[in-house]
C-alpha cells in the first residue's frame, strides 16, 4: 500500500515570488508520482506526472517537480508564481503494477496575494 | 463538449434518505471511479469500474453501491444516507494508456442533514 502527506494544508504567496509545495509519500513498491491542481468549483486536472527517465518533470504552465527516491519525495515548485495559481493542489501516487489506482494526499491549498 | 458530466451539482438530503449519484462520460473510456473529497484528506476511492460489467470496492465502499449502466454511465448509490457521507463527490474515467490521464467531472456537492 501506498501513502501520501502533504506538508502544508495552506501555502500563502505573493505574486512573482517562488513557491514549494511539498510532498512525500511511502511505499514498498516502486511508484509513479503525480501532482493534480483544482481550481475552485471545478474537478481536479492533471499537472505533471512522474513514470521513469529523468526526474524533473515539467508542466506547460511552469511549474515543475522533482523525483527523490532517497527522500521519498515529489516536490512541486515555481520560480514565479501568478494570481492565476491559486488552486488546491494534490499530490498523488500509484505502486509500479498496481494497476490505474491513484492514493492522493490531503492537498495544499496555495493563495497568491497580489 | 466531451468530458465526464455529473448530476446533481449539489444535493440536501436527510438522515436515512437515499439518492443516486449520476456520472456520464463521452469519451469511449473504459475505466472509472467515484472518489469523495473530504477537506484535509484528499480524494478517497469509493468504487471503481476497470470495465464495463465489472465493478470493485476502493478504500472507503462502505454505504455505497455502484452501477456500471454501459459503457458511458457509472452511477453511485447511497441507500440510507448519513452525516458521515457530507463530501464532495467526484466520478472520473480514464483513457486506456494514457498513463494516469484521468478526466475528472466538476463534482455533486451533497450535504446530509
Known amino acids: 500500500a501506498q501513502s501520501v502527506t502533504q506538508l502544508d494544508s495552506q501555502v500563502p504567496v505573493f505574486e512573482e515570488a517562488p513557491v514549494e509545495l511539498r510532498c512525500n509519500y511511502s511505499s514498498s513498491v516502486s511508484v509513479y508520482l503525480f501532482w493534480y491542481v483544482q481550481y475552485p468549483n471545478q474537478g481536479l486536472q492533471l499537472l505533471l506526472k512522474y513514470l521513469s527517465g529523468s526526474t524533473l518533470v515539467e508542466s506547460i504552465n511552469g511549474f515543475e517537480a522533482e523525483f527523490n527516491k532517497s527522500q521519498t519525495s515529489f516536490h512541486l515548485r515555481k520560480p514565479s508564481v501568478h494570481i492565476s495559481d491559486t488552486a488546491e493542489y494534490f499530490c498523488?501516487?500509484?505502486?509500479?503494477?498496481?494497476?490505474?489506482?491513484?492514493?492522493f494526499g490531503g492537498g495544499t491549498r496555495l493563495m497568491v496575494k497580489p | 463538449n466531451a468530458g465526464v458530466t455529473q448530476t446533481p451539482k449539489f444535493q440536501v438530503l436527510k438522515t436515512g434518505q437515499s439518492m443516486t449519484l449520476q456520472c456520464a462520460q463521452d469519451?469511449?473510456?473504459?475505466?472509472m471511479y467515484w472518489y469523495r473529497q473530504d477537506p484535509g484528506m484528499g480524494l478517497r476511492l469509493i468504487y471503481y469500474s476497470a470495465s464495463e460489467g465489472t465493478t470493485d470496492k476502493g478504500e472507503v465502499p462502505n454505504g455505497y453501491n455502484v452501477s456500471r449502466l454501459n459503457k458511458r454511465e457509472f452511477s453511485l448509490r447511497l441507500e440510507s444516507a448519513a452525516p458521515s457521507q457530507t463530501s464532495v463527490y467526484f466520478c472520473?474515467?480514464?483513457?486506456?494508456?494514457?498513463?494516469?490521464?484521468?478526466?475528472f467531472g466538476s463534482g455533486t456537492r451533497l450535504t446530509v442533514v
Open positions: 498523488a501516487v500509484s505502486g509500479v503494477g498496481a494497476g490505474n489506482m491513484l492514493t
Open positions: 472520473a474515467s480514464l483513457r486506456p494508456g494514457s498513463h494516469y490521464g484521468y478526466t
Open positions: 469519451m469511449n473510456h473504459n475505466s
